[in-house]
């Protein structure tokens, strides 16, 4: 599986990005997809994510401000971020999980920035 992602930027604090991510290969094998984030000098954590039926998760951060969403047809997913915070700065990586919960692939990372 091969995920491209899209939709970074630098945006001022409130404001709001959409992010995209593309899978291509053996997306059949793709059971759940969703975003994790890496700010400088902390670990990477799970934004959002959404199973194939479309169930979501979002973790307590940014529940009421993100949206995650699926186009299964299309085999791509997206994160509308809304009211963004300068502590949603980060690199923004797209995942698919297998069946197995295992994560399969990761995106290259997409940058963003808000500012204050």
């Known amino acids: 599986v091969q995920l491209v992602e899209s939709g970074g930027g630098l945006v001022q604090a409130g404001g709001s990005l959409r992010l995209s991510c593309a899978a291509s290969?053996?997306?059949?094998?793709?059971?759940?997809m969703g975003w994790h984030r890496q700010a400088p000098g902390k670990q990477r954590e799970l934004v959002a994510r959404?199973?194939?039926?479309?169930?979501?998760d979002y973790t307590d951060s940014v529940k009421g401000r993100f949206t995650i969403s699926r186009d299964n047809a299309k085999s791509t997913v997206y994160l509308q971020m809304d009211s963004l915070k300068p502590e949603d700065t980060a690199v923004y990586y797209c995942?698919?999980?297998?069946?197995?919960?295992?994560?399969?692939?990761w995106g290259q990372g997409t940058q963003v920035t808000v500012s204050s």
């Open positions: 290969g053996t997306v059949w094998s793709i059971n759940v």
């Open positions: 995942a698919a999980e297998g069946y197995g919960r295992q994560i399969v692939s």
């Open positions: 959404v199973g194939n039926g479309g169930s979501t």
